[in-house]
């Protein structure tokens, strides 16, 4: 089992700049396809962006391609969502999740059900 904690979340100006953090523990997210999604207030749970096993493979929900960046540390068991020129429409609470991959390990998981792990959420909150 893996374990995620999600920080980094906060309050913001439009056209700020975050990061989140999301550390693993119970096991070494080295076998784990990593990814960041989204739910804001009445609204599904979404696809921000993921990364692969590898790392070498990512991708990203249009809304937010060019102004988010996923990325992975392995050694430190962290995974990041760097997110720059932030809009009101960006504010919900952002989860991380990790998908076991086996051997698929450049394979990009996109929809919510790809994903067996979830993290309890950081709020993040852009005034325009």
């Known amino acids: 089992q893996v374990q995620l904690v999600e920080s980094g979340g906060g309050l913001v100006q439009a056209g700020d700049s975050l990061k989140l953090s999301c550390v693993a523990s119970?096991?070494?997210?080295?076998?784990?396809?990593m990814g960041w999604f989204r739910q804001a207030p009445v609204k599904e749970r979404e696809f921000v962006a993921a990364?692969?096993?590898?790392?070498?493979?990512?991708h990203y929900a249009d809304s937010v391609k060019g102004r988010f960046t996923i990325s992975r540390d392995n050694a430190k068991n962290t995974v990041y969502l760097q997110m720059n020129s932030l809009k009101s429409e960006d504010t919900a609470i952002y989860y991380c999740?990790?998908?076991?991959?086996?051997?698929?390990?450049?394979?990009?998981?996109?929809?919510?059900?790809?994903?067996?792990?979830w993290g309890q959420g950081t709020q993040v909150t852009v005034s325009s």
């Open positions: 999740a990790a998908r076991l991959s086996a051997t698929d390990y450049y394979y990009v998981p996109t929809l919510s059900p790809d994903y067996g792990y």
């Open positions: 990364v692969s096993q590898s790392g070498s493979n990512s």
């Open positions: 119970g096991r070494t997210i080295d076998k784990y396809a």
